[in-house]
């Protein structure tokens, strides 16, 4: 089926572990954003893209890179992970032309102990 | 900048019920606005939109209306039911500058009892 995949699922992570998100889509999207799900705050952008080879920072971008070689790949990388990046992480698509309904992946919940 | 204040949670109602969650928001020109739903382990799904002042946008039976004199986008629904508990966040998107991004309410968790 079309749509957001990420992968993976559930991770735990130790402080200090360095680990990377993937997000993959198959619907041609030119925009890709990650965000950050913590309890009363709603999502928070951490890094977005607006096409294949660029990134941009986002609200909340400390502690972690992303890359976007491909136009259907964005990648999320922890480089040593933090307690305080224990969340639930979403990614999300839209194509060039201003499209209101943005897609979403279904979750990678991350734990960091 | 932009901003989405939600009504605060978490709701409990009862089967039947009426809903109001409440959504009010700042931004700059005449931004879109949004009301998306999770599901319990599911990620954000579109729930309805609007994309002008007085516009009302409609879906399986959820409600609400583009209020740009008060800045508000409350969503509605006259009788709820045990499937339509889930997490509620409100959106806005005005489309300035490159990144387009999305800016989200905090969230309200509905649980309707049966």
């Known amino acids: 089926n079309a749509g957001v995949t990420q992968t993976p699922k559930f991770r735990v992570l130790k402080t200090g572990q360095s680990m990377t998100l993937l997000c993959a889509q198959d619907m041609n999207h030119e925009y890709m954003y990650w965000y950050r799900q913590d309890p009363g705050m709603g999502l928070r952008l951490i890094h977005y893209?607006?096409?294949?080879?660029?990134?941009a920072k986002g609200e909340v971008p400390d502690g972690y890179n992303v890359s976007r070689l491909k136009k259907q790949n964005f990648l999320l990388g922890l480089e040593s992970a933090a307690p305080s990046q224990t969340s639930v992480y979403f990614c999300?698509?839209?194509?060039?032309?201003?499209?209101?309904?943005?897609?979403f992946g279904s979750g990678t919940r991350l734990t960091v102990v | 900048g932009n901003s989405v204040t939600q009504m605060e949670g978490p709701v409990t109602l009862s089967e039947e019920a009426f809903l109001t969650i409440n959504c009010t928001y700042t931004?700059?020109?005449?931004?879109?606005l949004f009301w998306y739903v999770q599901y319990p382990g599911e990620g954000l799904q579109l729930l309805l939109k609007?994309?002008?002042?007085?516009d009302k946008g409609s879906n399986k039976g959820f409600e609400a209306t583009y209020r740009k004199e008060t800045t508000s986008f409350h969503l509605e629904k006259g009788s709820v039911q045990v499937s339509d508990s889930a997490v509620y966040f409100c959106a806005l998107n005005n489309y300035a500058g490159s990144a387009r991004q999305l800016t989200f309410g905090s969230g309200t968790q509905l649980t309707v009892l049966p």
């Open positions: 609007a994309t002008k002042a007085d």
């Open positions: 931004a700059t020109g005449y931004p879109s």
């Open positions: 999300a698509s839209i194509p060039q032309v201003p499209s209101y309904g943005y897609t």
């Open positions: 893209s607006v096409g294949e080879g660029t990134t």
